[in-house]
């Protein structure tokens, strides 16, 4: 890809600092989810063009019934996967995760 093409990332590191790798996140999950509930945004990226974002709930606009819902512990288990899901063009919809059913 070109710099030309280059997806403007520059705008979300200085917000929220450098992606972690899937599997630079998926070590440090559980203090990300942490993070997340108190209201932080982790950058994540899976290569180098795949990005995604683990967002507080509060950060998320529109209805949230009928999106897709996955546990904590498969997201991370599948945190590859899932980031190459949410990174696909024109495919805004975001995934719930939850712990315990909440």
Known sequence: MI????PPYDELVARHGAPLGVEDAR???GALVSGARSGATTLI???RWEWAALVPLSE??????GLPVLSLST???K????VRQVAQPYDETPVLLT????
Not at 60 to 65: E, H
Not at 99 to 102: L, P
């Open 79 to 82: 945190l590859g996967d899932l």
């Open 60 to 65: 998320v606009s529109g209805m949230l019934s």
């Open 75 to 77: 997201a991370r288990g």
């Open 3 to 6: 710099d030309a093409e280059r």
């Open 27 to 29: 070590a440090r999950w």
């Open 45 to 47: 990226t899976r290569e």
């Open 99 to 102: 712990r315990h059913r909440t």
